[in-house]
């Protein structure tokens, strides 16, 4: 069995800062991506960051700059620093990782049950 739980997220105002991180626990034999996600109200779920093997770093257009994406291999987790918060970046926000529970297994991808981000205008 394998969870990922999130945490960190709450209100902010406009222009401040928000740490989030995502822990990854159970049978892991192996991750190879591990990403955050974000989800606001009446819109799609959309890609904020990745990191892949090889720390491999990808952002949307509009975080860039402003949101940094870490992982710590040895502990399983991955960090989102949110720094210039803006009331657009409100939404709940999900950790997802493609993991492996074993030599011989197959990779799945697992999701977090999500941490809403409130940036107040």
């Known amino acids: 069995q394998v969870q990922l739980v999130e945490s960190g997220g709450g209100l902010v105002q406009a222009g401040g800062s928000l740490r989030l991180s995502c822990a990854a626990s159970g049978n892991i034999f192996s991750i190879s991506f591990m990403n955050w996600f974000r989800q606001a109200p009446g819109k799609q779920r959309e890609l904020v960051a990745a990191s892949t093997v090889g720390d491999k770093t990808n952002y949307a257009d509009s975080v860039k700059g402003r949101f940094t994406i870490s992982r710590d291999y040895a502990k399983n987790t991955v960090t989102l620093q949110m720094n210039s918060l803006k009331p657009e970046d409100t939404a709940v926000y999900y950790c997802?990782?493609?993991?492996?529970?074993?030599?011989?297994?197959?990779?799945?991808?697992?999701w977090g049950q999500g941490t809403q981000v409130t940036v107040s205008s």
């Open positions: 997802n990782a493609a993991i492996v529970s074993s030599m011989w297994g197959v990779e799945y991808e697992y």
